[in-house]
């Protein structure tokens, strides 16, 4: 399995991430944690929460039709794994958010940036369990 490097769509990608997040949180006064923004869509708890996570909602699932916008073509997404790893993987990503009280996004990208200690606790188990977890399965396993 080859990995591409995009580095100027990296960057994009990066800078409107968190241009995202600081227009949420200076705004709202809310942190753009994607697990809890889509939680919170799922059951809100007034239609004023749920306009707001749905229009996040909104634009992160329209991202590729920007990607089209700008390149005429979509991006292309290869899962090289089985619909059961798929969903191993999901249980395990939910289960490692209800521990962290948060997602990568919530954590990594705006906890980070507040220098909340449980962020970097956090963000660091992620980053260290990401690095093992491809190590395992480039290197191990042979995937």
């Not at 290869?78 to 289960?95: C, E, H, R």
């Amino acid at each position: 399995m080859e990995t591409e490097f995009t580095p100027l769509w990296s960057l994009g990608g990066g800078v409107l991430i968190g241009l995202a997040a600081t227009l949420l949180m200076a705004t709202l006064g809310r942190i753009m944690g994607a697990t809890g923004i889509l939680a919170g869509a799922l059951m809100p708890p007034s239609k004023s929460e749920f306009a707001w996570r749905a229009a996040v909602l909104a634009g992160m699932i329209s991202g590729p039709l920007v990607i089209f916008a700008l390149s005429g073509a979509m991006p292309v997404v290869q899962i090289p794994v089985s619909i059961s790893m798929l969903t191993l993987g999901g249980l395990v990503v939910g289960v490692g958010v209800t521990f962290a009280s948060g997602c990568t996004s919530g954590h990594g990208v705006c906890g980070m940036a507040r220098l909340s200690p449980r962020s970097l606790v956090a963000t660091s188990t992620f980053m260290l369990f990401t690095g093992a977890t491809v190590f395992a399965v480039r290197h191990l396993w042979g995937g």
